[in-house]
């Protein structure tokens, strides 16, 4: 069965799911931040078929997120490494775990802690805005166009009022407030 390609639909999410959209490719990534490194170490951790691994791990290094290093000559055997586009990822699958931990754990608790090795303390991934720090859920944020987002698409008025038009800010200190 032919899969959906989103990798030039007008939305980052999408983009994403396009690469990292199955639950094999994800926790080969999560194997990754877990050490492992060696395409037996992910046949033995995760039990996944040699061809699916292997779909995966070309998947992820053609993407840019994983590179591949032979670490043995004779017979030649490959690594699968981060990249920064990679290691990038790990906020991303940190995320992930802390919504699993939240709504997923049973009594028993959640089943890993992360720990913030810089503090020492144990920790979660929070969402929270760039400039403010503040939270990030549904109802305080909104979205609207990028300046990669097709003009063409926005003809549609069906997808038009999806984006609201980008809403007045509080004039900065250093900017008059206008007449």
């Not at 989103?6 to 490719?25: E, H, K």
């Not at 046949?43 to 040699?50: F, K, N, Q």
């Not at 992820?60 to 017979?75: K, V, W």
Request: proline share 7%; glycine share 8%.
């Amino acid at each position: 069965m032919r899969r959906t390609s989103f990798d030039s639909w007008p939305c980052s999410i999408a983009r994403t799911v396009d690469i990292l959209g199955d639950g094999w490719t994800l926790l080969v990534l999560r194997e990754v931040f877990y050490g492992e490194s060696r395409f037996d170490g992910f046949i033995d951790s995760l039990g996944i078929a040699r061809n699916t691994l292997t779909d995966r791990l070309r998947r992820l290094e053609n993407a840019g997120l994983l590179q591949r290093r032979a670490y043995q000559s004779d017979p030649v055997r490959h690594e699968y490494l981060p990249t920064d586009k990679g290691r990038d990822f790990f906020g991303v699958l940190a995320a992930l775990n802390a919504w699993g931990d939240r709504w997923l754990a049973g009594d028993e608790g959640v089943p890993v802690v992360m720990e913030h090795t810089t503090c020492g303390h144990d920790t979660q991934a929070r969402v929270v805005c760039c400039s403010c720090g503040e939270p990030l859920r549904h109802d305080n944020t909104t979205v609207r166009t990028g300046p990669g987002y097709p003009t063409r698409l926005l003809a549609n008025p069906e997808i038009a009022k999806r984006f609201p038009a980008r809403q007045a800010t509080q004039p900065q200190p250093d900017t008059p407030a206008g007449p």
